[in-house]
Structure formats: C-alpha cells, structure tokens
C-alpha cells in the first residue's frame, strides 16, 4: 500500500526558505505512470496546488509560485523535496505531499493517496 | 488557469436525505480525444488528508460508498451523496486536472441539519 509522509520544521522565520520533505513508501518514486505533488491549505481557506515533479526531475510549477518554489527528487532515497523561499505569514499553512497521477505519465492527474500533512508557521 | 467554483459554500442536509454539490469549471475540462472529463471529487475531514472519491468524473475510487456519485461534462459538474451518513460531515472539493495548473474548487462544508 503506497504512504508518503511529510517531515520538515514546523516554524520557519519570515524571508527565509521553507523546506519539506516527503519519503514514499509500498512504492517506487521512479514509476513511469506518476507525478508527485505538493499541496497546501492555509489556516481556514481551500487547497492550493503548488507544483509536482517526475522521477526524471521534470517539474511544474503554479504560476503564482513559481518565482519561490523548487521541487527536487532523490531516487535513491525514494523521496521528494519542496523549497519554497522568501517566505511570509500568508505560507503558514498545512502542506501535503500527494501522488500526482491519472495513470499516463503524463502532466497533470487526480491526487491520491495523500500523505497526513505537516503544519508549516512562518513566525520571529 | 481555469477556474473552478463550487456552490453552495455549504448546506445541511438530515440524516439519510440527499446531499448535492455543484462544481463549475471556467472553461471545458472534456477532453474530446478520450471523451473523458478531467475532474475529481475530494472529502476532507479535520485532521485528516484529503481523501480521492471520484475521478473521470464519474468514476468511484476503490472502496467509497456507493452512495457517492458523480455527474456531468464539460464544465458542469455535481457530486451527489444519496443517503446522508454522519461519517460524510466533511468538506468537499472538486479539482479540474484537464491542464495545468491543477485548480481546486473553493470547497462545500456538508453538515447535519
């Protein structure tokens, strides 16, 4: 059964980097069919999609973030990491890893399974 | 990007009677090659990860209720609840996956009455 689990400081001061990581397991990260997401959902608001990457490294990012965030992947260790700078009181939110996925390989897919999410504060 | 808007923010609906959710997409997410519809259904409980009920639109994810549904195309979509269960409080939200950016609906809370 695939899990991922978000690991990560959960207080990050404001104008420096927010970094997470998220380690897939019952699966490989380097499968042909998946993406591999991160999502977040500010304290009472809806969810907002951030980027996803494949096991190549190939990335897509949201417009709105893009200038901030970088995903990153490790085969090896069978994980996948978000870096998103210069960060402000408006990211403190949950964040979730997810695979990203329809099955195709391609760009773009529903998000399951999903890991339990990580609270993320931006706060001095 | 496209847009997704959802309605109502939220109802509350008895024990054992329908509960329906509207999503709207700001352009078509059917994709006319396959003649599939790029959207899925999510419930969402406090604490909890976001949980995938329904994707294509219309088809269920292995080991949700049958009383779950999904409906539409193009760019008119709903998610039906047949039978109101006190499990099925939660938040609910649509997401379109026909282009990126991925884009999630707003959201409706689903409450007993």
């Known amino acids: 059964q695939l899990q991922l689990q978000e690991s990560g400081p959960g207080l990050v001061k404001p104008s420096e980097t927010l970094s997470l990581t998220c380690t897939v397991s019952g699966g490989s990260i380097s499968s042909s069919s998946d993406y591999w997401g991160w999502i977040r959902q500010p304290p009472g608001k809806g969810l907002e999609w951030i980027g996803s990457?494949?096991?190549?490294?190939?990335?897509y990012y949201s417009p709105s973030l893009k200038s901030r965030v970088t995903i990153s992947v490790d085969t090896s260790k069978n994980q996948f990491s978000l870096n998103l700078s210069s960060v402000t009181a408006a990211d403190t939110a949950v964040y979730y890893c997810?695979?990203?996925?329809?099955?195709?390989?391609?760009?773009?897919?529903?998000?399951?399974?999903w890991g339990q999410g990580t609270l993320v504060t931006v706060s001095s | 990007d496209i847009v997704m808007a959802q309605s109502p923010d939220s109802l509350a609906v008895s024990l054992g009677e329908r509960a329906t959710i509207n999503c709207k997409s700001s352009q078509s997410v059917l994709y006319s090659s396959n003649n599939k519809n790029y959207l899925a259904w999510y419930q969402h409980k406090p604490g909890q990860p976001p949980k995938l009920l329904i994707y294509w639109a219309s088809t269920r994810e292995s080991g949700v209720p049958d009383r779950f549904s999904g409906s539409g195309s193009g760019t008119d979509f709903t998610l039906t609840i047949s039978s109101l269960q006190a499990e099925d409080v939660a938040a609910y939200y649509c997401q379109q996956y026909y282009t990126t950016p991925l884009t999630f609906g707003g959201g409706t809370k689903v409450e007993i009455k």
């Open positions: 997810a695979r990203d996925s329809d099955g195709s390989g391609t760009p773009g897919g529903w998000l399951d399974p």
């Open positions: 990457i494949y096991y190549s490294g190939t990335t």
